[in-house]
């Protein structure tokens, strides 16, 4: 992980080993997949809702998670805010027409998030399913009320590793239309806190007692 990019511009690109990729893609294989909205990509069937609620990821993935979360890359979070007291995973298969407008992880807030892609085959920009980051201006909700600046276009080959800070809304993502018939897999991983401050029903959710 490059810190200075990740503070300068809300994102940086990296990968996993090969070995890591290789067997992370082997147990996608084997997930079963579900239909989400039309034209956005299909979840996994362990999915829930509300990604802070489910107990049911499987172990290989929420200790691969887990492990990125102790990495060294990230000893400068934990120097300067403690362990991760949540640990959120999810995981995504794109088809051809799929794609994601641009947003932040703004229904649970999370301070960080990575992206892993898993793929047998190279991808292109003539592919899509491009992996766009970039910076727009907000209104006083947070809400993206101009074009959005590009800073970086990713393609989802095996291993690539993506994180970003996701506690300042004017850094974004989207993805864009898949043109191909590769299945885009993502595996995605929330790193934050139960006393996030971003959290506006912390306390509905977690109770008064909440410190």
């Given at each position: 992980?490059?810190?200075?990019?990740l503070f300068r511009t809300g994102h940086c690109v990296g990968s996993i080993p090969k070995d890591q990729a290789d067997a992370l893609l082997r147990l996608v294989k084997q997930d079963t997949?579900?239909?989400?909205?039309?034209?956005?990509?299909?979840?996994?069937?362990?999915?829930?809702?509300?990604?802070?609620?489910?107990?049911n990821v499987p172990p290989e993935y929420l200790s691969f998670m887990e492990n990125l979360g102790s990495s060294p890359d990230l000893e400068h979070f934990r120097a300067h805010m403690g362990d991760w007291s949540r640990v959120n995973v999810m995981l995504q298969r794109g088809r051809r027409g799929d794609s994601m407008g641009w947003h932040h992880d703004a229904y649970d807030p999370m301070h960080l998030i990575c992206m892993v892609y898993l793929s047998d085959e190279l991808w292109t920009p003539e592919d899509g399913g491009l992996l766009q980051l970039g910076e727009g201006d907000i209104d006083d909700m947070g809400f993206i009320t101009k074009d959005i600046h590009v800073h970086s276009?990713?393609?989802?080959?095996?291993?690539?590793?993506?994180?970003?800070i996701n506690t300042n809304p004017r850094w974004v993502h989207q993805v864009t239309a898949i043109n191909t018939?590769?299945?885009?897999?993502?595996?995605?991983?929330?790193?934050?806190y139960r006393e996030n401050v971003m959290r506006s029903t912390v306390r509905k959710r977690y109770g008064e007692a909440l410190r």
């Open positions: 992980m490059v810190l200075n990019d997949f579900l239909p989400d909205k039309p034209g956005s990509p299909d979840i996994a069937e362990w999915e829930s809702d509300d990604p802070s609620k489910n107990l276009s990713v393609s989802p080959n095996h291993g690539t590793l993506v994180w970003c018939d590769k299945p885009r897999y993502t595996l995605i991983g929330q790193f934050g």
